[in-house]
């Protein structure tokens, strides 16, 4: 399973990025994916999830910036990020696994997800 993530870039503070993944080689489909973010003093968490019955789920922090979707026929996963704020500066990545559901909480269980991305750097600038 190849988990390939859309490269990073550097933006202004209330700017917007859309980030992509593409999981190929899947002998079964992924059904839940989602976006996690880690800084160099933090763990890895999640920011928003969908899961295999087309559930969003999104933490506190990003709710109302962001929006994941998901192209199913081509299994790529989108995250939408708008008002972009300095804090949100992270490595993004993407992770997939087999289960339809995500766990409950997901944004604090990277274990759980057996497939990532090698991540793509984002940068906000005030």
């Known amino acids: 399973v190849r988990v390939v993530e859309s490269c990073g870039v550097s933006v202004q503070a209330g700017g917007s990025l859309k980030l992509s993944c593409r999981v190929s080689g899947n002998p079964r489909r992924t059904h839940s994916m989602a976006w996690f973010r880690q800084t160099p003093r933090n763990e890895r968490q999640g920011v928003a999830g969908?899961?295999?019955?087309?559930?969003?789920f999104y933490v506190d922090s990003v709710k109302d910036r962001f929006t994941i979707s998901k192209d199913k026929a081509e299994n790529i996963l989108y995250l939408e990020m708008d008002r972009l704020e300095p804090e949100d500066t992270a490595v993004y990545y993407c992770?997939?696994?087999?289960?339809?559901?995500?766990?409950?909480?997901?944004?604090?269980?990277?274990?759980?997800?057996?497939?990532w991305g090698q991540g793509t750097q984002v940068t906000v600038s005030s």
């Open positions: 969908y899961d295999g019955f087309d559930r969003t």
């Open positions: 992770a997939a696994e087999y289960d339809w559901s995500l766990p409950s909480d997901w944004e604090s269980k990277s274990s759980r997800f057996s497939f």
